[in-house]
T-cell receptor, first 118, second 110 residues
């Protein structure tokens, strides 16, 4: 079974600064996907960024980037130029890749509450 | 395009009652998954349906059941409600490896 650990329950950052959220995972799989989701008070889970394990290049989406260390099973999220709207719960999630299958279960960490201060 | 829609948004039920939650996926998405999110925790996988067949089930009791209809919408049923079933229930529809979540149904059991 896969497990996802987010060791920082809460973090805060000043507007316009950079912050890094940590995530580690445990799996015996070699092919998988990793995700960061954002959940603002509106409750909807919003995909921030996605990484395929077979890709060595770290994923980037505008101000969001990841540091994927496959051997260390680490997947941290860096948010640059933080904005007030980034305030939310951030969840790291793992999904096993099943070729030709259709069972795509996401395993989530417990989340990190990020507060961006003005 | 409409996103994933869930109904109702909020629900209050009494212990022992039964509840049905509904989800409509994004048009063209054939897979629907259900997650339970207890306050302060990450979502936990309950079910996945693809083409109207159950393709995965999480570690939940038999009181939880679901089904998917020919139009790919889905219902989650919970029988004999317990106080511990109070949670946010999230539905996600997926195409290939992309998941889109709805805003959830907040269930409170009193």
């Amino acid at each position: 079974a896969q497990t996802v650990t987010q060791s920082q329950p809460e973090m805060s950052v000043q507007e316009a600064e950079t912050v890094t959220l940590s995530c580690t995972y445990d799996t015996s799989e070699s092919n998988y996907y990793l995700f960061w989701y954002k959940q603002p008070p509106s409750r909807q889970m919003i995909l921030v960024i996605r990484q395929e394990a077979y890709k060595q290049q770290n994923a980037t989406e505008n101000r969001f980037s990841v540091n994927f260390q496959k051997a260390a099973k680490s997947f941290s999220l860096k948010i640059s130029d933080s904005q007030l709207g980034d305030t939310a719960m951030y969840f790291c999630a793992f999904m096993k890749h099943e070729s030709g299958g259709s069972n795509y279960k996401l395993t989530f960490g417990k989340g990190t509450l990020l507060t961006v201060n003005p | 395009d409409a996103g994933v829609t869930q109904s109702p948004t909020h629900l209050i039920k009494t212990r022992g009652q039964q509840v049905t939650l509904r989800c409509s996926p994004i048009s063209g998405h054939k897979s629907v998954s259900w997650y339970q999110q207890v306050l302060g925790q990450g979502p936990q996988f309950i079910f996945q349906y693809y083409e109207k067949e159950e393709r995965g089930r999480g570690n939940f009791p038999d009181r939880f059941s679901a089904r998917q209809f020919p139009n790919y919408s889905s219902e989650l049923n919970v029988n004999a409600l317990l106080l511990g079933d109070s949670a946010l229930y999230l539905c996600a529809s997926s195409f290939l490896h992309g998941y889109t979540f709805g805003s959830g149904t907040r269930l409170t059991v009193v």
